[in-house]
């Protein structure tokens, strides 16, 4: 679906979805009708596809091959998450105690970024990349490559 209204006009939605998350937000926050409930039913559609893909990023403990089961991320820290195998405690290994988020849904991430890192606009976009990054995404990613990435 290409938007078709506001500051993202022109833009598909798998874009939005995986590169403006602060925009999503304020989608999916308003109470809609129209063109604009449509959009947040497409929304929600991606960002279920987008949590049921699996992790195929390494496990931050070095040397571990086992797969990821979950992402964590670091209070006021929106710019990076660090993925986890089943097994692996990011406590056992230096982390800060009460410091991390664990992360396993862009609701998570969302949520992350409102309590614990300020809610700026940047911080959602951000970590929502990352997010996705742990899923498959390329660094770099136009409309074409947020379609294939959906498909």
Known sequence: MQITFGRCEGKTCQEVV???????KWVLGEKASGALLKLQVDMKKLIARLDNRPYVSKCSKAGCTRPVSRLTAYANNDADLYSWCAICDPYSLGANSGKLTVVTSYEDVLNH???????????YDRLIKAYARSKGLPSRVGAAAAAEFFA
């Open 18 to 24: 995986l590169k403006k998350a602060s925009y999503v």
């Open 113 to 123: 970024v409102t309590h614990r890192c300020e809610a700026t606009n940047g911080g």
